[in-house]
């Protein structure tokens, strides 16, 4: 009897010691919920931030991280039902939910090429007087980009127009070198500080060039006119690059965006933008940009991310899609595709777009 009675009080503190850890299990999976949860949910209110306080320090580069938090928003409810936080868990659900709806988006087209398009792609050679054209952006990181493979790319892509970012003289010369003017002959290439600059290279003549249609305080933005459907269409082109949002600079960030902006009351052109824009669509001043007349092209074609930055930091991934080709009322864009070019912090992305 003494025996059993000895077993039986063993028994229990070893069931009592397994709860023990049980509930301190449990507070760290509740903790940690917490914690996480915490900043999901920071993160999801700050791409909702209006455009007054997008400038605020740091501010900028938190949003930029806005898809990301959903994964951390999943794991924060997961811990949480787990841990029986249920308050929680719900302010996470409703996190989620305000991901996919701003997400969404990316994987559902509001606007498909027409059948004309694929047909125009797959020809031997670029037709420069049909209403298609496939277009590509890149930021060149100063120079440094691999200018022979952004030449491939070109003549692998049919390319017609293409807009460079941080170009300098000697990647100027470098390109040359590599065969640009094979495939597009045509370039205008304008610096504010002598040093880099942002350029424009055509299949067809530029019309009208100028060295910063946009007046920006940022960089020189040059712009030109590229004809189609026979010559009876003109769209405007510019190569854009605004100012980073990097400290000392956060107010300059906002306002090379709020004058792309005023891009919107041009109404005597219909323009596409490409270029490195320093901002995501989730930043305010951006989707301002766009206003109801403009469209980031990576979310109407619906074909999912196009994270362009940073492509030189192996084995971390691209995260941030700072790239974009806009275009005016009645261009359709699509065949979104991203491509890596050594030498360069970000990747060339690239879409075939469709004149009406």
Not at 259 to 274: C, H, I, K, P, S
Request: one cysteine or more.
């Amino acid at each position: 009897m003494a025996a059993a009675k000895g077993v039986r009080k063993t028994i229990a503190r070893g069931n009592g010691r397994g709860h023990g850890a049980g509930k301190v299990w449990g507070r760290m999976m509740g903790a940690l919920a917490a914690v996480l949860s915490l900043v999901a949910l920071l993160g999801t209110v700050a791409r909702e931030l209006p455009g007054e306080v997008a400038a605020v320090p740091y501010l900028p580069i938190v949003v930029s991280f806005t898809p990301w938090f959903a994964l951390i928003a999943l794991v924060a409810l997961v811990l949480s039902l787990v841990s029986k936080r249920w308050t929680t868990a719900l302010v996470m659900v409703l996190c989620l939910a305000a991901q996919a709806w701003w997400q969404y988006p990316f994987f559902s087209p509001s606007a498909t090429l027409p059948e004309g398009a694929a047909h125009a792609m797959s020809t031997a050679s670029p037709n420069p007087i049909d209403a298609y054209a496939r277009v590509m952006t890149m930021n060149v990181y100063k120079g440094n980009a691999d200018a022979a493979r952004i030449v491939e790319l070109v003549r692998d892509e049919r390319v017609e127009v293409l807009a460079l970012q941080e170009t300098s003289a000697d990647f100027v010369a470098r390109l040359e070198r590599a065969g640009i003017k094979q495939y597009l002959p045509y370039s205008k290439v304008a610096s504010s500080d002598g040093v880099f600059g942002n350029g424009l290279w055509s299949t067809t003549p530029l019309g009208d060039p100028v060295d910063d249609e946009v007046h920006s305080s940022a960089s020189f933005m040059p712009g030109a006119t590229v004809r189609f459907n026979d010559g009876k269409t003109p769209i405007r082109f510019v190569s854009v690059h605004t100012t980073a949002p990097v400290p000392g600079y956060w107010g300059l960030w906002r306002k090379s965006i709020d004058e792309l902006g005023m891009m919107r009351g041009r109404t005597d052109a219909r323009y596409v933008f490409m270029g490195d824009f320093n901002a995501t669509y989730d930043h305010a001043p951006f989707r301002e940009f766009l206003g109801t007349r403009f469209t980031d092209a990576a979310r109407q074609s619906g074909h999912g991310f196009t994270f362009t930055w940073p492509a030189d930091k192996s084995p971390l991934p691209r995260f941030a899609g700072i790239d974009h080709i806009v275009t005016d009322q009645g261009i359709v864009a699509g065949r979104m595709e991203v491509r890596q070019v050594a030498g360069s912090d970000h990747a060339a992305l690239l879409a075939t777009i469709a004149i009406s």
